[in-house]
């Protein structure tokens, strides 16, 4: 999907805590990366198209720490939500799965229109695909300079901690 890259000042900070205080710098990083993980999913949610909820609703963040350093997630377990991000390719989609985004979201309620319509939208998607909306990615875009700000707030930190100032 989307990646996040910061350049952040403050770097050394964390190369020193690594080898100074490696206990205290890696707490400071995870709850920096929860915060930033955090915030990512708010606003990934917040950007998923929402027909009927699940996909928006699947979307969760996590941060850990291991041997090599710090890693936040935020991702989906609904398989909808990489072709939402990215859209897709023409093909011919089960006209069956469309119909209940028939119903939510063209709001018709008639059975056998209902079908109907579905065809119409899978059909469509077989000439042209569907397009990417990136929720994910507009969410990293609208969330980068907050998730800078927490590291380089965490930066200050840990440098504040190796200078004495923690315990």
Not at 31 to 38: D, I, N, P, S, V
Not at 158 to 164: F, S
Request: with cysteine.
């Amino acid at each position: 999907m989307s990646g996040l890259h910061l350049t952040l000042f403050g770097l050394d900070a964390f190369t020193r805590g690594l080898h100074q205080a490696p206990e205290v710098t890696r707490q400071e990083l995870l709850a920096t990366m929860t915060q930033g993980t955090l915030l990512v999913e708010r606003e990934a949610k917040e950007r998923m198209p929402k027909h009927t909820g699940m996909t928006a609703a699947s979307i969760s963040s996590d941060a850990f720490s291991t041997p090599v350093g710090v890693i936040g997630t935020v991702g989906s377990s609904q398989p909808s939500a990489t072709f939402v991000e990215l859209g897709t390719k023409p093909h011919m989609p089960p006209v069956a799965a469309l119909e209940p985004w028939v119903k939510a979201v063209l709001g018709v309620r008639e059975p056998k229109e209902i079908k109907s319509v579905a065809f119409l939208v899978a059909r469509k998607i077989a000439r042209k695909g569907t397009k990417a909306q990136r929720p994910f990615g507009e969410a990293i875009a609208a969330t980068e300079s907050q998730v800078l700000r927490l590291f380089e707030d965490c930066a200050g930190r840990v440098a504040g901690h190796l200078a004495g100032g923690g315990q």
